[in-house]
């Protein structure tokens, strides 16, 4: 199918919009029902996943697209070998779509009376490594003073949708691109410091370089831990490379070369700490739906999740050791 032309898409946009003001002149047989079916079938590309996620038959998903379809005087959707595709059409839909059923999920998420202020779901995403060294042990506190929270970790490396509440809250490291339906704000720092097995133990600064090290492999080689090793003097030997954490602490541990590691991550494992700097800092920043800031239970764990920063800033920053 030729792609269309700008004003074409434009086009496309200018009737969507239309289709959000109160006169609705376009498009009456419209059921707005429908939006969620189809942006669940444009994730998926499959009628039968799309019929398990929301429990309704192929055949009835099928009939409900065909009337979308013709309501909007629109084709939504093709399908190949790979499955249901979404048109230049559908993909302006689906935009739109986005927008409108996250603000109804907001409106309702908002509007909805709760016994208890702080009770409900809340989904939290990082990197597995804080929730497995720093906030899991947090968790029994905020179920103590909570008891109605259902929190959900989600230990994701890539970006969740917040306008589809994949994820209400996330833990990034390195501040994230603007984005004007999030609030950003920094934490505070991370610390990374050099770890390994006791028989580097005696290892000068000035001869890192001639040592073993255990690295990121090459996807990761944009993060401020690996332009670090880098940038090291003489070039260090990168004996293993390795795509996470816990494989780079279990290889340390095996003495198979020194690693850069996250200060609570190292000392956490018992590794050997050589040298006494804190050699990069990340930050951590907190980020959240805008409209989430009013509703009593997210409005809890942003606090929570500052005070247990605060609470623990030394052993996140790593502090550098007394000689």
């Known amino acids: 199918m030729p792609r269309k032309t700008f004003a074409e898409r434009t086009t496309l946009h200018a009737h969507f919009a239309k289709m959000q003001t109160p ?17 669940t079938l444009a994730r998926s590309g499959s009628m039968s996943a799309t019929g398990r996620q929301l429990g309704v038959d192929a055949s009835t998903i099928s009939r409900r697209i065909a009337a979308a379809e013709k309501a909007l005087k629109l084709r939504l959707f093709i399908r190949d070998n790979t499955g249901y595709q979404l048109t230049d059409a559908g993909q302006v839909f689906v935009e739109h779509g986005e927008a409108v059923y996250g603000n109804v ?29 720093w906030l899991l042990e947090h968790v029994p506190a905020l179920h103590a003073q909570h008891p109605h929270l259902q929190l959900t970790l989600q230990a ?8 589809r509440r994949e994820a209400d809250f996330a833990l990034r490291l390195g501040k994230p691109s603007e984005d004007a339906a999030l609030v950003m704000r920094k934490l505070g720092d991370m610390g990374f410091a050099v ?3 006791p ?5 000068p600064r000035a001869c890192w370089g001639t040592q073993p090290w255990i690295a990121y492999d090459d996807t990761l080689a944009g993060t401020g831990e690996m332009q670090w090793l880098a940038a090291m003097e003489p070039q260090p030997r990168k004996v293993l490379k390795v795509n996470s954490l816990s494989t780079m602490v279990r290889a340390a541990h095996a003495g198979i070369g020194m690693a850069l590691l996250p200060c609570i991550m190292g ?8 040298g006494a700097n804190v050699e990069v800092q990340r930050d951590i920043w907190l980020l959240s739906h805008r409209d989430a800031g009013g509703i009593a239970r997210f409005k809890t764990v942003s606090a929570w999740l500052s005070q247990v920063y605060s609470a623990n800033e ?10």
Not at 30 to 37: G, R, S, V, Y
Not at 156 to 163: G, I, K, V, Y
Not at 199 to 203: E, M, P
Not at 267 to 274: A, F
Request: hydrophobic share 40%; glycine share 4%.
């Open 156 to 163: 994701e490396n890539q970006n969740l949708s917040f306008t």
């Open 267 to 274: 000392q956490q494992e018992g590794l050997l700490r050589i």
């Open 105 to 133: 999920q907001s409106m309702l998420q908002a509007s909805s009376q709760e016994a208890d202020a702080t009770a409900g779901p809340v989904n939290i995403t990082s990197i597995d490594f804080l929730f497995d060294y």
């Open 199 to 203: 028989k580097f133990a005696d290892t």
């Open 23 to 39: 006169s609705m002149t376009t498009s009456n047989d419209f059921d707005w029902n429908d939006i969620p079916l189809i942006l």
């Open 314 to 323: 030394h052993l996140l920053c790593g502090a550098a050791l007394h000689p």
């Open 195 to 197: 770890y390994g097995h």
